[in-house]
């Protein structure tokens, strides 16, 4: 089945400092990959996505190209704030039969001042 | 404003009782799901519907159940059966199937604390 592994956190960052948080994944076919953030007592926003191989998602500085060869999404942003602090998910889609989400484990970030 | 309402955003059950989580949506979207989070376990799918008046297991559907009555509404009910109800339960809904890349909208969650 289909399956998403993320990086144990916390992550704990100072600010400006450059960012990278792994996620590999297993499915079959050619699922859509998404990174969802979630701060503190809220639901998930989407960060970005990508939807076929060599994509590259971005959106508020933050990063990730959909590798086909390595299974892999892997989220990157060059200089972190305070205000990114928070859970980051990384999810593939289902793209037949139950059209849900696969989601990993999270990953926390904590960005210092 | 389109999205996705979740209430009560906090609620307190004893044990031995039934409790219901609304969720509402004016997306128009068809496909609407519930999602369990526990700390360090990442979200599990509960159930799930892609039309009216029909929906699926997810992957821990034991204790819970839910209805699709209505397009816009997807309730779950967390029922005495569950052994362990105590989580943060998330709502989403997605575009119909053929325009879908895959994106969940997710509402703001619904904490259940069992005492």
């Known amino acids: 089945g289909n399956s998403v592994t993320q990086m144990e956190g916390p992550v704990t960052l100072s600010e400006e400092a450059f960012l990278t948080i792994n996620c590999t994944y297993t499915?079959?076919?050619?699922?859509?990959l998404f990174w969802y953030v979630q701060y503190p007592g809220e639901g998930l926003q989407l960060l970005l996505k990508?939807?076929?191989?060599?994509d590259k998602g971005s959106n508020k500085g933050f990063e990730a190209t959909y590798r086909k060869e390595t299974t892999s999404f892997h989220l990157e942003k060059g200089s972190v704030q305070v205000s990114d602090s928070a859970v980051y998910f990384c999810?593939?889609?289902?793209?037949?039969?139950?059209?849900?989400?696969?989601f990993g484990s999270g990953t926390r970030l904590q960005v210092q001042p | 404003d389109g999205g996705i309402t979740q209430s009560p955003k906090y609620l307190f059950r004893k044990e031995g009782q039934n409790v219901t989580l609304s969720c509402e949506q004016n997306?128009?979207?068809?496909?609407m799901y519930w999602y369990r989070q526990d700390p360090g376990q990442g979200l599990r799918l509960i159930y799930y519907?892609?039309?009216?008046?029909?929906?699926q297991k997810g992957d821990i559907a034991e204790g819970y159940s839910v209805s699709r009555e209505k397009k816009e509404s997807f309730p779950l009910t967390v029922t005495s059966a569950q052994k362990n109800p105590t989580a943060f339960y998330l709502c989403a809904s997605s575009m119909q199937v053929n325009a879908n890349t895959g994106e969940l909208f997710f509402g703001e969650g619904s904490r259940l604390t069992v005492l």
């Open positions: 499915a079959t076919g050619y699922p859509s």
């Open positions: 999810a593939l889609s289902e793209l037949v039969g139950r059209r849900a989400l696969t």
């Open positions: 519907s892609q039309i009216v008046n029909d929906f």
């Open positions: 990508a939807t076929k191989a060599d």
């Open positions: 997306l128009n979207h068809d496909a």
